[in-house]
């Protein structure tokens, strides 16, 4: 079992890539799958943030 400052951690890098990928998307004028190929960002890593990010935006449309 994790503990409190491992997930801590590990949400912490997690939101640093999202900031990366974001930031190279917008200042190279990359696609998503570019800018993750850019970073080296392993495959289950970026099915996780997909999956995140599709929940995200569908809370958003709710609201």
């Known amino acids: 079992m994790c503990n409190l400052g491992e997930i801590l951690e590990l949400e912490a890098i997690k939101s640093e890539r999202v900031r990366n990928i974001k ?15 850019f970073l080296e960002i392993p495959e289950d890593e970026v099915l996780e943030l997909e ?10 449309n709710k609201n």
């Open 23 to 37: 930031s190279i998307m917008t200042k190279l004028k990359m696609s998503f799958k570019e800018a993750i190929a």
């Open 51 to 60: 999956l995140e990010d599709v929940f995200n935006n569908d809370l958003k």
